[in-house]
């Protein structure tokens, strides 16, 4: 079975400050990683996604993230916090049976303080 | 008007009402979910449909019926709930088979609050 852990269910940071959101996945097969953002009253946004290839993956909003096997980890990075980054980051990993099957992480409420 | 819309967006109902929540995605997907979002809990899957047919179905109690009469619309009928239901809905599409399946794309999701 495949699962996800998010370390930190609260992390706070101040702008321009470095971003750092941890995830740790366990999957019996190669992953499709993902970090999807949700803003308050609204549903989720893909951020970015690895499927195979570059490890280093960038997404939008000026966001990256790396997927590290030997770690099992994909945490994602922003060099410098912006206040419109506060929202709710979801880490998930994928069991592709002919769908798309989300298997989402706990979440981790950023906060960006002036 | 594109991506995936829901309706409503916000619902209010007692344990005895019967209703209904609707989903429409506008991208040309073949496959759709239902997700529960709950406070301090992981969203948790709870129906998938695949080319119209239902493939998943975690656990769900059967006062939650899913409905996927083609690939552009999904609805939860809603009967009998409990005040731990209440929570937001999330429904979301996507597209493709095995490992070139999409992203999915989620809708802005119904707040449901049960009375």
């Known amino acids: 079975a495949q699962s996800v852990t998010q370390l930190g269910s609260h992390v706070s940071v101040s702008e321009g400050a470095l971003v750092l959101l941890r995830c740790n996945y366990s999957?019996?097969?190669?992953?499709?990683l993902f970090w999807y953002v949700q803003y308050p009253n609204q549903g989720l946004q893909l951020l970015l996604k690895?499927?195979?290839?570059?490890?280093l993956v960038k997404g939008i909003n000026g966001f990256e993230a790396e997927f590290k096997k030997s770690e099992t980890s994909f945490h994602l990075t922003k060099p410098s916090a912006h206040m419109s980054d506060a929202a709710e980051y979801f880490c998930?990993?994928?069991?592709?049976?002919?769908?798309?099957?989300?298997?989402f992480g706990a979440g981790t409420r950023l906060a960006v303080h002036p | 008007e594109t991506g995936v819309t829901q309706t409503p967006r916000h619902l209010v109902m007692g344990m005895t009402n019967k209703k209904s929540l609707k989903c429409e995605q506008h991208?040309?997907?073949?496959?759709m979910y239902w997700y529960k979002q709950s406070a301090k809990k992981p969203l948790e899957l709870m129906f998938v449909?695949?080319?119209?047919?239902?493939?998943e179905n975690n656990s769900v109690p059967s006062r939650f019926s899913p409905e996927c009469p083609n690939s552009s619309h999904l609805f939860l009928h809603l009967h009998t709930l409990q005040p731990e239901d209440s929570a937001l809905y999330l429904c979301?599409?996507?597209?493709?088979?095995?490992?070139?399946?999409?992203?999915?794309?989620f809708g802005n999701g119904t707040r449901l609050t049960v009375t």
């Open positions: 999957s019996s097969v190669p992953p499709y």
């Open positions: 998930a990993v994928s069991d592709l049976r002919g769908y798309n099957k989300l298997i």
């Open positions: 991208l040309g997907h073949n496959a």
């Open positions: 449909y695949s080319l119209e047919e239902r493939v």
């Open positions: 979301a599409s996507s597209q493709g088979a095995g490992r070139r399946v999409s992203p999915l794309h």
């Open positions: 690895y499927t195979t290839g570059a490890t």
